[in-house]
Structure formats: C-alpha cells, structure tokens
C-alpha cells in the first residue's frame, strides 16, 4: 500500500522531501535559527512564490503557458500603492481593485489565446508588455503607499504562527478541494489530459481555458496585493523575476508542462522548495555575484526537469481514477 501511493505520488513526494532536508539545513545555517522573526521572513517570501507559482501553475495545467505572471503581479502591485492607502477610498475597496486588475489581465489573456487562437507562449508575451507598460505608466518610479495596519496583520505573526504561513495552509486546504471535488477542478485536469476527450464527453474547452486564465490573473492579482503588504510600496520592476521563477517553482512541485498533472500542494512545495535554496545560498557565504549564476543554473534544471516528462505517467487521468 505504501508503495502504490509512493509510486503515483513520486513527483510530489520527492520534493517535499527535499524542501524538509533543506529547510532544517536553513534553520541550522542561519545565525537565529528556529524563531518567529526568522519564520516570518522566510515565510512571507514563500508566499510571494506561492502566489505567482498558482498563477503559473492554472494555465500550465491546461496546456499552455503564461509569460505574463510577472508583469501582472506588477501591474497589480502598483494598483495597490495607488489604491491601498486608505486616502481616497476605503480599503476593503481597494483590495477589491487589486485583486480585480490581475483577474482582468488573465481574462484578457485567456480570451486572446482562446478566441484568437493565438499561441500562449506569444500571446502572454505581447499581453505581459502591455501591463508592464501600464505599471510604468502608473508608477515610473518606486513609490506609493499602503495601509500600515493591514500590512502588520497580514505580514507578522499569530502568537508564533507567522501570518502568511497560515495564509498558504488555507490556500492548499481550499485549492486542494477546488482541484479534486469540485467539477471546474477536475475540468482543468480533464482538459489538460486531453482536449479532443473533454470535448467529446461535452466540457466547454474554450469557457474553461478562459477561466483558467481568469483564475491565474487573480492569483497574480494577490500577488501583487502581497508584495505591497510586504514592502508597503509599488513598484513597476518586479515582474521578470517572478515570470521565471513561476515556472521554476511548478516544475520542482511536479507540474508537467505539457498539462494536465499537477496539484496546488506540489505547487506550493515546489515555491517553498525555491525560496529555501535561494535563502541558504544567501547564508552560505556564496559571493554575492556568484549567486545570480546559481540560481539561474537551479532555474534552467528545472525547467529542463519538467520539458524533458520525467516521472511523467502513461495516461494522466489515471492519477484520478484508482
């Protein structure tokens, strides 16, 4: 019985074994070891990660791929600096807002590629330009601002618990739900798997590829919220590193990039998986010019992990019916 579930579970067993052996050696190498501060910080950058991972991680599983990730976190971002102060409107509405700009990015996104049939890896790229010229428009430099009072509640801790640690528990009790027991879910998985099946037994391919878009705009959307929770500001530049990152975070989670395996607590082992190896090469005493070259190396592993199908299985939605 143990055997069967580590069979069909390899992927994602695999590095959440990893993550814990590293996070212990992280834990160990840093100079406060295990402390609220240290899980805080730790676990308010994994967040970030997790969020544009899922916003990666939706339209992955249903065979295509989102170059925008990044300049809709930004876009988002930026909205929030704009909008989160509490100045001009309330914050509740704001937050709204926020969360509405990425959603409407991924929309438009999945409307181009499905309506226009224009390939995603081309249609996200020239999507991703615009937002990122949106986001300059709005915020050419750093700046803005941002309830201070709803940062510290969604950025510090809940007696030891950090605040954002309890915020990715949720995500992978609710997005586990959503991609197991609930028929949009298992469309994604159905759709992914095989197009011309989920057609045949009547699933609406385009309305579904639209809403996995839409879904991965709102992820991007609390991303962005995040980020300025974070750094209490707004800033246009942050999109590059998270489009590459996304992608590198799902691979490590076993997400098949050629769609229709995957699952959200993969996803997010995979993100916390990144952020660790990044924070222990930080605490490693690495050169701080060598550690670009690292992580970029890991990143190129990964995705190379991912396009070559290792551990992928023979019929994907056998992952669903034993």
Known sequence: MTGTFLARNLRVVIPTVAFALLFVLYIATHPRGLSTYVL?????????????????????????????????????????????????????LGVVLVLATGAVCGFLSGVIVTIGRIPPIIATLAT????????????????????????????????????????????VVAGTWLMRRSVFGL????????????????????RTRILAHTLGGLCAGFGGFYVAMVTLT?????????????IAAIVLGGVSLAGGIGSVFGVVIGAMLLKTIAALMFFSGLPPLAQPFFEGFILAL?????????????????????
Do not use: C
């Not at 065979?63 to 976190?73: Q, T």
């Not at 990964?302 to 034993?322: C, D, E, H, P, Y």
């Open 128 to 171: 991703g330009a615009i937002y990122s010229g949106i986001a300059l428009w709005l915020r050419p430099t750093p700046g803005g601002a941002v309830n201070e009072a709803l940062s510290d509640a969604l950025t510090y801790a809940i007696g030891p618990v950090p605040t954002s640690l309890v915020i990715v528990v949720t995500i």
């Open 187 to 206: 469309s994604l998985h159905a759709l992914g798997s095989s197009e011309h099946s989920a057609e045949l037994t009547g699933l609406d391919v385009a």
């Open 40 to 92: 805080t910080i730790w676990s308010n950058q994994s967040a970030l990660l997790v969020f544009a991972a899922l916003a990666q991680f939706f339209v992955v599983l249903v065979r295509g791929i989102d170059l925008s990730v990044g300049a809709m976190i930004a876009l988002s971002n930026v909205v929030a600096s704009h909008v989160l102060d509490g100045a001009h409107i309330p914050v509740a």
């Open 234 to 246: 707004g800033d246009a530049g942050i999109g590059p590193t998270y489009t590459l990152n996304s």
């Open 302 to 322: 990964a995705i190379a992990f991912g396009s070559l199908g290792i551990l992928r299985v023979r019929n994907k939605l056998k992952l669903f019916t034993q």
